[in-house]
């Protein structure tokens, strides 16, 4: 099942990133693991990053990009947000909150960016609203309050 999750991930990041004229270089991630988080338009070259990206956020056992500082286009591309989501039952109850909270402001973050369309705010938004309530949901199962 997880095999499976993982194969309909890169699908699902596809489908989710809208054409949009701002191209896959970003202000500080441009090339390695991490050059398609600020990838965001949807040519093929921006698939393949985001693809490549989530395989290596997904397959991080240390998992230190969950503390790492995500620009505007890393939600608008939706590649951290479905690593956090597709990671929820692996991660302590510390890196739930952490997401948590990233997903709770990514709303904010995406609009104030402004070289971004506004329908790629709105479906970071959502993306964002979704992974928060699943995060949540997890946090509930697993941690305890203090």
């Given at each position: 099942?997880?095999?499976?999750?993982?194969?309909?991930?890169?699908?699902?990041?596809?489908?989710?990133?809208?054409?949009?004229?701002?191209?896959?270089?970003?202000?500080?991630?441009?090339?390695?693991a991490?050059?398609?988080?600020?990838?965001?338009?949807?040519?093929?070259?921006?698939?393949?990053?985001?693809?490549?990206?989530?395989?290596?956020?997904?397959?991080?056992?240390?998992?230190?990009?969950?503390?790492?500082?995500?620009?505007?286009?890393?939600?608008?591309?939706?590649?951290?947000?479905?690593?956090?989501?597709?990671?929820?039952?692996?991660?302590?109850?510390?890196?739930?909150?952490?997401?948590?909270?990233?997903?709770?402001?990514?709303?904010?973050?995406?609009?104030?960016?402004?070289?971004?369309?506004p329908?790629?705010?709105?479906?970071?938004?959502?993306?964002?609203?979704?992974?928060?309530?699943?995060?949540?949901?997890?946090?509930?199962?697993?941690?305890?309050?203090?």
């Amino acid at each position: 099942m997880i095999r499976e999750r993982r194969r309909n991930l890169p699908v699902l990041l596809m489908l989710f990133v809208p054409i949009a004229p701002v191209g896959c270089t970003g202000p500080n991630v441009t090339t390695g693991a991490s050059s398609g988080l600020t990838c965001v338009d949807d040519s093929s070259d921006c698939v393949a990053k985001r693809q490549r990206t989530l395989r290596y956020l997904v397959d991080d056992n240390d998992r230190s990009w969950i503390r790492a500082h995500a620009p505007a286009e890393a939600y608008a591309s939706g590649v951290r947000l479905f690593a956090l989501k597709s990671k929820k039952k692996e991660l302590s109850c510390d890196e739930l909150a952490h997401g948590k909270n990233e997903a709770d402001r990514a709303p904010g973050v995406l609009r104030a960016a402004n070289n971004l369309t506004p329908a790629q705010v709105s479906r970071g938004i959502m993306l964002a609203s979704e992974v928060s309530r699943e995060l949540s949901t997890e946090m509930k199962r697993r941690c305890k309050r203090g």
